[in-house]
């Protein structure tokens, strides 16, 4: 198992309250990937950046974690470190707001860096060449994040791992220009790396290798979802640990220990769900199959949308639900807003170009997410007809109003969590 070096920032997460959580606070940035590595039980070390007000907790903290050698690579000036979520789950996007982004600098310190077989680095806002200096002839690899392929460029640096996800900068560019096709995707990052990790947030994670010019795939893994923050920095640290030496291996026990950190945010818990997971085949966590649906697929997934998508109506439900999907490359289709809403006095004739038409979109869906805001009969008879036709329906029930078996057990899921609802669009696409 390496022996690995996490370099980035330590920052304060505090996910703001809304109205089915409270607010919670804990370190993170680096240190996200630094309880993955505990809970595997590997030596570590630690080159953080950070205000110096955070010092002493930082020390504190980490006495609590098999207190890993800890070096101070710079001090973070005229901002506190502190990042707001918004939104913990990744419904949607998650609404991140770092403090006074737009003022920090950094005072750079003499430091140097304890032993280890490699160096992970989480990029931030602060100079990674500064860090790569100080880093002795062993592998580097590197979580892009919010870095652009400029500033890629300009490192001049040859990664071991580089790791992007959907959310990051370099992809949400790319897909701007392109349509999206993996290869041509991984080829742009050939002279950077010699594996670029894609992480595909629940639809998997694919990997590819330029030494071997080959696609290694493992699929994410679900359990009720708690947060997605720093999810992805646990599967970099996990992966990177080269735990089992073997890429497959290495992939599917990562995907596994993500699970268990979305499941949770108390640590303890985390470390011993992990310990199980570890004494666990792991040809037996390969073999267990979860959840595989490329970022390119999902936008050919049609999901009908069967709400009083009404102007008379509060349709903030719908929009974020809407949103939702759409930021997952989805499909949704909202028949109100493609066909128009129908009046009272229409003539029948209109009437029925109107059902004619919603029933078009209908037959073009693979997916019905019904949203019961109230009782509106054309929901009910919408998820009806799916039903029938055996088209997997959804039912989105914010306000707990579904109590007739016949409305119940005409659905999939019924739920009041939009997370859920999400997941199971993951599981049903996947399948089609």
């Known amino acids: 198992m390496n022996k690995i070096c996490l370099v980035g920032d330590i920052l304060v997460d505090v996910t703001l309250k809304n109205n089915s959580e409270d607010l919670k606070m804990r370190f993170g940035g680096i240190v996200h990937s630094a309880r993955a590595l505990w809970a595997i039980s590997s030596f570590y070390s630690i080159g953080y950046v ?12 980490f006495t609590h974690m098999d207190s890993p050698a800890l070096v101070k690579v710079a001090e973070t000036l005229n ?20 403090i006074l982004r737009e003022g920090i600098e950094y005072k750079y310190l003499d430091f140097n860096f304890p032993k280890s077989d490699c160096v992970l680095i ?32 300009n490192l ?20 701007k220009h392109s349509k999206f096709n993996f290869i041509d995707f991984a080829l742009q990052f050939k002279e950077f790396c010699d594996v670029l990790i894609f992480k595909e947030n629940r639809g998997g994670t694919r990997l590819y290798s330029f030494a071997e ?40 026990f990562a995907s596994f220990v993500a699970m268990e950190y979305a499941s949770t ?7 011993q769900s992990v310990e199980q997971l570890l004494s666990t085949p792991i040809n037996d966590l390969v073999n267990l199959k979860g959840t ?26 719908i929009d974020t639900l809407e949103n939702s999907l759409v930021y997952h490359n989805f499909r949704p289709r909202r028949p109100v807003k493609e066909n128009g809403q129908m009046k009272e006095d229409d003539s029948p004739q209109q009437k029925q170009q109107f059902y004619y038409n919603d029933i078009k979109i209908l037959n073009e869906c693979s997916i019905v997410i019904g949203v019961l805001l109230y009782n509106d009969p054309g929901t009910l008879v919408e998820i009806g007809i799916a039903s029938e036709r055996q088209i997997p329906v959804l039912l989105y029930d914010p306000y707990n109003i579904a109590k007739n078996c016949m409305l ?9 969590n939009m997370d859920e609802i999400l997941c199971e669009v993951f599981n049903k696409s996947s399948k089609l």
């Not at 945010?265 to 470390?271: I, L, S, V």
């Open 50 to 61: 950070a205000p110096n007000y955070l010092d002493t907790r930082i020390f504190d903290f």
């Open 79 to 98: 901002a506190p470190n502190l990042i707001l979520i918004e939104e913990a789950r990744e419904v949607g996007n998650q609404g991140y707001e770092l």
């Open 122 to 153: 989480t990029s931030g806002q602060y100079e990674i060449p500064m860090i790569l200096e100080k880093i002795d002839d062993i592998p580097v690899s590197l979580e892009l994040a919010n870095l652009n392929f400029k500033a890629l460029e």
């Open 156 to 175: 001049n640096f040859k990664f071991k791992n580089i790791y992007v996800s959907t959310s990051s900068e370099v992809f949400q560019a790319h897909i």
């Open 213 to 252: 010019n080959k696609i290694y795939q493992v699929s994410s893994q679900t359990k009720p979802i708690l947060h997605s923050v720093g999810v992805g920095d646990v599967f970099n640290a996990i992966f990177e640990s080269n735990i089992f030496n073997n890429v497959q291996n290495n992939l599917a």
């Open 265 to 271: 945010t108390f640590p303890q818990n985390f470390k």
């Open 292 to 317: 595989i649906l490329n970022w390119e697929h999902r936008n050919n997934v049609n999901i009908y949308i069967a709400a009083p998508d009404f102007d008379f109506v509060d349709t903030s439900l």
């Open 408 to 416: 119940t057990h005409s659905c999939h899921i019924v739920t009041n």
